[in-house]
C-alpha cells in the first residue's frame, strides 16, 4: 500500500506534488481539529511558545505579534492550506497554466480562510445571544486563545464552555503573560465584563 501510494506520489509532476501534500496534510489536521472542537477540546491545548526578543512573543495558535489579528492563526494557515491543496487539485484538469493554476488555488484557499472565519463569528453571535451570564464563569477554567499580555498592559481572550455552548470573552492579568494554550483560572469579571485571571 505504501509503495503503491509512492509510486503514484513520485509519477507527478511537482506542482501536483506540492498541492496533494498540503491537501492530505491539512485535511487530516483539519479533521482531527474539528474532532476535538466537537468533543470540547480545543487545538490550542498544545502550545509551542517562542519568544522572540525582537518581535515579543509569538505562539503557536495565533502567531500574536501583538496586534491582537486572530485572523492570523495556524487554524488559518491548516483551512488556507486545504482550500488551496484542493483547490489545485480540482482546477488541474480545466486550467494547464501552472502559474495560473497556482493563482487560483490561492484564491480559493483565501475563501476557506474567509468562510471558517465568517461561520466562526456567526456561531460566536449566537452564543451571545442566548442567555449568558458572565458571572457565571468566575472561578472556572478556561483555555487562553489569544495571548494575554502581563501585568494589565493589555486584552487578550479566552474560551470557555458554560452550558454546553463555548464563549470567547477579553481578558486580562495582573501576572506575567499567558500565551495561547494555557489553562488559566478566572478570578473575577469586572463591570465591563473583562475577566481577570492568572495561570495555573
Known amino acids: 500500500m505504501i509503495e503503491q501510494f509512492s509510486t503514484w506520489f513520485t509519477s507527478l509532476d511537482g506542482l ?38 525582537d518581535f515579543g512573543s509569538v505562539d503557536s495558535d495565533t502567531m500574536d505579534l501583538g496586534g491582537g489579528l486572530s485572523l492570523f492563526s495556524i487554524r488559518n494557515l491548516i483551512n488556507f492550506l486545504v482550500g488551496f491543496g484542493w483547490g489545485g487539485i480540482c482546477f488541474r484538469d480545466s486550467i494547464s497554466n501552472n502559474f495560473l493554476l497556482t493563482v487560483v488555488a490561492v484564491i480559493v484557499g483565501i475563501v476557506f480562510v474567509l468562510l471558517f472565519f465568517w461561520v466562526k463569528k456567526q456561531a460566536y ?43 470567547e470573552i477579553d481578558a486580562f492579568t495582573l501576572g506575567d503573560p499567558i500565551p495561547s494554550g494555557k489553562r488559566v483560572k478566572i478570578l473575577k469579571v469586572t463591570d465591563n465584563g473583562t475577566l481577570e485571571v492568572e495561570a495555573v
Open 16 to 53: 501536483m506534488q506540492v498541492f496533494w501534500a498540503c491537501a492530505l496534510v491539512a485535511s487530516v489536521i483539519f479533521i482531527i481539529q474539528m474532532i476535538l472542537t466537537v468533543l470540547g477540546m480545543d487545538s490550542a491545548d498544545v502550545d509551542v511558545d517562542f519568544d522572540v526578543s
Open 125 to 167: 453571535k449566537l452564543q451571545s445571544n442566548g442567555a449568558f451570564d458572565v458571572k457565571k464563569c468566575e472561578g472556572k477554567m478556561a483555555n487562553v486563545y489569544l495571548r494575554i499580555p502581563g501585568h494589565d498592559e493589555g486584552k487578550g481572550k479566552i474560551q470557555i464552555s458554560v452550558g454546553g455552548s463555548i464563549h
